[in-house]
C-alpha cells in the first residue's frame, strides 16, 4: 500500500472515529444525528482557535443570524423591551379579535444562542403564522461575560415591559392569552421569571400558560438518572451542562470541577434536596434501579461566593410548595434520551402535588433539542406540530 493510499485510510478511519457516536436502537435518523453532532464539535473547537488568535468567542454563530426579513405571512421587526432587544413576529393577515401572544426565550446554556438565529427566525415565523399570533422572541446578555442573575434580569424586563397595557395594547394583544415559554436555558428563565411574577405587585397582567420545553430547572444534584444514563448523549453531555451552569455562575474553573464531582453544595444546604429528591420525585420507570445516595457535601466557601449556586431564581424546582401552588397552567416538554429529562420529570410531580393543572408530554425516542432541530429531523417535525396543537387548543 503506498503512501497516499495508507494517509487516505487513516484519514478515513479518524473520520470515521470522530463521526460515530453510538446511539440508542430507537433514534430515527441516527446517522443524521451522529453528522449533526459531528459538526457542532467541530464549531466548538474551530472557535476556540480563533479565539485564541483574537476572534470573537463562537464566532461561527454570527453566520447562523439572520436579519429580520418580512414574508408573505409574518412582518419581522427587530426592536428594543426596555432597553432588551426582540425581535416581533406579526401576523399579516388581520385578525377579527385581539391576538393571543407567545413570550419566547432562547436556550443555549446561557452562553449562546440568540433571537436571530435561523432556528429561532424559524420557530417565530412558524409560531406567528400557524396560531395566528403575536411571538415576541427576547434576547439576554450571555456568560461568561455576564453572570446571573444577569440573564434572568434581562429576560424580566423585557417582559414586564411587554406585559404593560399600552404595549399589549400597540400590538393588539389578549391580555388573558399569553404564553411564556423557551428551551433548555431558556426554558430556565421561562419557569422563573413565571415565579417572579407571582410576587410583582407592580404586574397586574399575569401570564395564562408557561411552556418548558426541555428545561434545566435545578443546580443541586448532578447525579441524576438522567445524567448517568446520557451522560455522553448528544446534543447534550452531562460535561456540557456542568459547564453551562458553573459559568452561569462565576468563571471560576473551581465550581465546574466541584459540580462535576457532584460536591458543590455546603451541609447548610441538606434541607434543599428534599425539593429534587429523584427517589420520591421519578416514576419507578425513570429510576430504573439506579439507587439513590445522600449528597456528598463539599465546602461551603463556594455557595458564600456564589449564592446563585443555591438561589430559586437560578433553580426553580427549590421552589417550596406554596410559592409553586399560584403557577399557570404549565406544559413540559420532556425527552428520553436527555440529561435534562428528570428536571422536566420532576417540576411536573412537584407542581401537579401543589394543585397546578400540568400537561406533559414526553418523547420517547427524543433528545436534547429536538424543537431547535426539527427542521432536520423527522421526530422534530412531529412534536412540533403537536406542540402547535396544545398551544392552539390551551391558550
Not at 401570564?207 to 443546580?219: D, E, R
Request: contains cysteine; neutral net charge.
Amino acid at each position: 500500500m503506498g503512501k497516499k493510499s495508507l494517509c487516505l485510510v487513516i484519514s478515513c478511519a479518524l473520520l470515521a472515529y470522530f463521526v460515530y457516536t453510538p446511539l440508542p436502537d430507537n433514534i430515527e435518523q441516527p446517522w443524521r444525528l451522529r453528522m449533526t453532532w459531528a459538526a457542532m464539535r467541530v464549531h466548538v473547537h474551530l472557535s476556540g482557535l480563533l479565539e485564541i488568535l483574537g476572534f470573537p468567542p463562537l464566532v461561527f454563530l454570527y453566520l447562523l443570524e439572520v436579519p429580520p426579513t418580512s414574508d408573505a405571512n409574518v412582518t419581522v421587526t427587530d426592536t428594543l423591551f426596555n432597553k432588551v432587544p426582540v425581535r416581533v413576529f406579526e401576523p399579516k393577515q388581520k385578525s377579527s379579535t385581539m391576538r393571543r401572544a407567545v413570550f419566547y426565550i432562547h436556550g443555549g446554556g446561557w452562553t449562546t444562542g440568540d433571537a436571530t438565529c435561523i432556528s429561532y427566525d424559524r420557530l417565530g415565523r412558524q409560531m406567528a403564522d400557524k396560531l395566528d399570533a403575536m411571538v415576541i422572541s427576547t434576547n439576554y446578555r450571555l456568560s461568561p461575560q455576564y453572570h446571573f442573575p444577569t440573564q434572568l434580569e434581562d429576560v424580566y424586563e423585557a417582559l414586564r415591559w411587554f406585559l404593560r397595557k399600552k404595549v399589549l395594547a400597540e400590538y393588539d394583544v389578549d391580555p388573558t392569552r399569553i404564553c411564556i415559554a423557551g428551551d433548555s436555558a431558556g426554558g430556565n428563565l421561562a419557569a422563573a421569571a413565571t415565579q417572579q411574577i407571582l410576587d410583582d405587585p407592580e404586574v397586574k397582567i399575569k401570564v395564562k400558560i408557561q411552556s418548558l420545553i426541555y428545561p434545566a430547572l435545578q443546580a443541586l444534584d448532578m447525579n441524576l438518572p438522567s445524567y448517568r444514563e446520557n451522560a455522553h448523549m448528544p446534543i447534550l453531555r452531562k460535561l456540557d451542562m456542568v459547564m453551562f451552569w458553573s459559568t452561569y455562575f462565576t468563571s471560576d474553573k473551581a465550581l465546574e470541577e466541584a459540580m462535576l464531582a457532584n460536591q458543590h453544595t455546603p451541609v447548610e444546604s441538606s434541607h434543599l434536596f428534599q425539593f429534587v429528591n429523584w427517589s420520591t420525585l421519578l416514576l419507578e420507570r425513570f429510576q430504573k434501579g439506579h439507587l439513590y445516595t445522600n449528597p456528598i457535601h463539599g465546602h461551603s466557601d463556594l455557595a458564600t461566593k456564589y449564592p446563585g449556586l443555591l438561589d430559586v431564581r437560578a433553580s426553580p424546582l427549590l421552589a417550596d410548595d406554596s410559592r409553586l401552588q399560584g403557577l399557570p397552567l404549565t406544559h413540559v416538554l420532556t425527552c428520553q434520551y436527555d440529561v435534562l429529562r428528570d428536571d422536566g420529570l420532576m417540576y411536573a410531580s412537584r407542581l401537579r402535588a401543589a394543585g397546578v393543572q400540568v400537561a406533559h408530554e414526553h418523547v420517547e425516542d427524543g433528545f436534547h433539542g429536538i424543537l431547535s432541530l426539527s427542521r432536520d429531523f423527522r421526530a422534530g417535525q412531529r412534536e412540533f406540530r403537536k406542540y402547535l396543537r396544545w398551544l392552539e387548543e390551551n391558550l
